[in-house]
């Protein structure tokens, strides 16, 4: 069965930094395109970021864009969210989920909690 | 800046039959944006429902069927059950590398 499992959140100063990981299992994990989503409390989904199955190419929402970094470790099978600057709008449920081509987000992991405050 | 719009809210009998709709503020819905479609109950992750328009993810009742209708994507439940009730967001690419998600459509049955 396939399954992502994220880890690495909490709670975070304004300004603070953190890096979430996700970790697969289940499938051949290069094989396939990764994207990271996150939902604020009581609100809507938002995409934040994709990264090919070779690392190549990587694209952000333009609210994460030069603040956070997606990577990951194929050997590992191993997804990463390097998030810096952080500010009290990026508290969320962070989800990792994996892309069956471009288009079609087709497994989802439970979420991390991040919460940025003061 | 393109939004994806959703109504906030549907209430459906039982039984009965509903479409939820996915519209771009910059212009008609069409196959090449690949509308999605996922459900969220509360406490749990996105499921998948549809993808590439009218596609059936994995385990997914028949009664889930995607289109495009007009100048939108459309979810249609046909048969609605209780356990239907739900969050549903639809996702669409709406530019070179830009995955876009609704506001969603709280969903009564």
């Known amino acids: 069965d396939v399954q992502l499992v994220e880890s690495g959140g909490g709670l975070v100063l304004p300004g603070g930094s953190l890096k979430l990981s996700c970790a697969a299992s289940?499938?051949?994990?290069?094989?396939?395109?990764m994207n990271w989503v996150r939902q604020a409390p009581g609100k809507g989904l938002e995409w934040i970021s994709h990264i090919s199955g070779n690392s190549v190419p990587k694209f952000y929402a333009d609210s994460v864009k030069g603040r956070f970094t997606v990577s990951r470790d194929n050997r590992r099978n191993s997804l990463f969210l390097e998030m810096t600057s952080l500010r009290v709008e990026d508290t969320a449920v962070y989800y990792c989920?994996?892309?069956?081509?471009?288009?079609?987000?087709?497994?989802w992991g439970q979420g991390v909690l991040v919460t940025v405050s003061s | 800046q393109t939004v994806v719009t959703q109504d906030p809210s549907f209430s459906v009998s039982p039984g009965g039959t509903v479409t939820l709709t996915c519209g771009l503020t910059?212009?008609?819905?069409?196959?090449?944006?690949?509308p999605s479609w996922y459900q969220q109950t509360p406490g749990q992750a996105p499921r998948p429902l549809i993808y590439n328009t009218d596609s059936r993810s994995s385990g997914v009742p028949d009664r889930f069927s995607g289109s495009i209708l007009g100048n939108k994507a459309a979810l249609t439940i046909t048969g609605a059950q209780a356990e239907d009730e739900a969050d549903y967001y639809c996702?669409?690419?709406?530019?070179?590398?830009?995955?876009?998600f609704g506001g969603g459509t709280k969903l009564t049955v």
């Open positions: 289940g499938f051949t994990f290069s094989n396939y395109n």
């Open positions: 996702m669409l690419y709406v530019a070179s590398a830009i995955w876009a």
């Open positions: 989920a994996r892309g069956r081509g471009t288009f079609n987000f087709d497994n």
């Open positions: 910059s212009g008609p819905v069409s196959a090449s944006h690949y």
